[in-house]
Nanobody, 124 residues
């Protein structure tokens, strides 16, 4: 059973930066689709950014140009720049086998493995 653990959540002022990390272990598939999701208070979980084992990326429109997803080895990152109050949320990382690139990058929360989440709060 794959395990994911997020870290890096914090309180930050608008316009500031934050870098989230997610370590993946016990993952046995040869391909992957990995992503960052968030769930603002009182709202459904939503996709933020995805990356697959072939190097394809996708971003939610509201974070394009501000957030960057990347991975190195068994760690997934989300660089968050120019953060806004509406970015306040619990952020989750997730992983699933890359069955379909189209499905991977639809930003839907239908991934197989999930972390516990890390809180990001953006306020003055």
């Amino acid at each position: 059973q794959a395990q994911l653990r997020e870290s890096g959540g914090d309180s930050v002022r608008p316009g500031g930066s934050l870098r989230l990390s997610c370590t993946l272990s016990e993952y046995t598939y040869s391909t992957y689709c990995m992503g960052w999701f968030r769930q603002p208070p009182g709202r459904e979980r939503e996709g933020v950014a995805t990356v697959d084992s072939d190097g394809r990326l996708n971003y939610r429109d509201s974070v394009k140009g501000r957030f960057t997803i990347d991975n190195a080895g068994d760690t997934l990152y989300l660089q968050m720049d120019d953060v806004r109050p509406e970015d306040t949320s619990i952020y989750f990382c997730a992983a699933t086998p890359l069955w379909s690139p189209d499905d991977c990058h639809k930003l839907r929360p239908n991934f197989k493995y999930w972390g516990q989440g890390t809180q990001v709060t953006v306020s003055a």
